[in-house]
Nanobody, 126 residues
Framework: QVQLVESGGGLVQAGGSLRLSCAASGRNFDIYAMGWFRQTLGKEREFVAR????????EYADSVKGRFTISRDQAKNTLYLQMNSLKPEDTAGYYC???????????????????WGRGTQVTVSS
């Protein structure tokens, strides 16, 4: 049973940075695309970024492009999200997720992911 555990969230001032981590248990971390999503109360889960199994390709939501960087460390079974130039509108719970299909390129659609972490809260003050 694969489990995902996020960490690294917290309170930061606008313009600051945070790095989120997502530790994956189990095997075969390196054959699945991974994604980051975020959600605020009363809103649907929103795509943030995804990365292919080898890390060769990434995709970002327009709202974070140029500020956030997704990466993965296969040896550590860990996914990262480096967040720079944070804005108050980035405030949300952040969730990592594993694509349901081995060797898929991943997707911006949350329905394509079948394993989710419990999330880590990011709060950006103005």
């Amino acid at each position: 049973q694969v489990q995902l555990v996020e960490s690294g969230g917290g309170l930061v001032q606008a313009g600051g940075s945070l790095r989120l981590s997502c530790a994956a248990s189990g095997r075969n971390f390196d054959i699945y695309a991974m994604g980051w999503f975020r959600q605020t109360l009363g809103k649907e889960r929103e795509f943030v970024a995804r990365i292919t199994p080898t890390g060769a390709y990434t995709e970002y939501a327009d709202s974070v492009k140029g500020r956030f960087t997704i990466s993965r460390d296969q040896a550590k079974n860990t996914l990262y999200l480096q967040m720079n130039s944070l804005k108050p509108e980035d405030t949300a719970g952040y969730y990592c997720a594993r694509d349901s299909r081995a060797w898929s390129g991943g997707s911006s659609d949350a329905r394509e992911y079948d394993v989710w972490g419990r999330g880590t809260q990011v709060t950006v003050s103005s």
